[in-house]
């Protein structure tokens, strides 16, 4: 799936979007070695970049902050807003986690599941490069969340 945006086709795809291939483990390599942890770097340095460069565009620009008379008219601007004040809130969170899960490259911490310390793994890494949780311990934290909820 694209999107058109600045005439140019842009991938929704992470990997896409850095240019890289997904990673292929070898026989007995060693997880989180130093090509996994420069490939992951590669990706979150791509996806950070391009959320930087987008956190500087304007949610509006002129034409389209004009103060419509008919209230319907207003009533979709308001919602245009909205969505992108949401997205744009969105994109900050994502710009703060990435910066952590830097961080916690650099403290020898990253791919490993903050609850139970196993391997979150190489494919849902390269899906959610930002994931702090294994798919077990994932889906046990949305069931408790769902339960608190209901």
Known sequence: MHIKQNKKNI??????????????????????NNLQINH??????????????NS???IFNDKETANFP????????EEEFTFNLINKDRE?????????TIKKIKEKKFGYC?????EIGIKRLEAQPTANLCI????LSEIKKKKTIN
Do not use: H, W
């Open 70 to 77: 008919d209230p319907i008219d207003r009533a979709v601007q």
């Open 136 to 139: 077990d311990c994932k889906i």
């Open 11 to 32: 991938s929704l795809n992470i990997l896409d979007l850095a240019g890289i291939k997904p990673y292929k483990k070898k026989k007995n390599e060693k997880y989180m």
């Open 114 to 118: 903050e609850t139970c310390g196993t």
């Open 92 to 100: 900050y969170k994502l710009i703060s986690k990435i910066e952590n």
């Open 40 to 53: 992951f770097k590669k990706i979150l340095l791509t996806l950070y970049k391009q959320l930087i460069k």
């Open 56 to 58: 500087n565009k304007k």
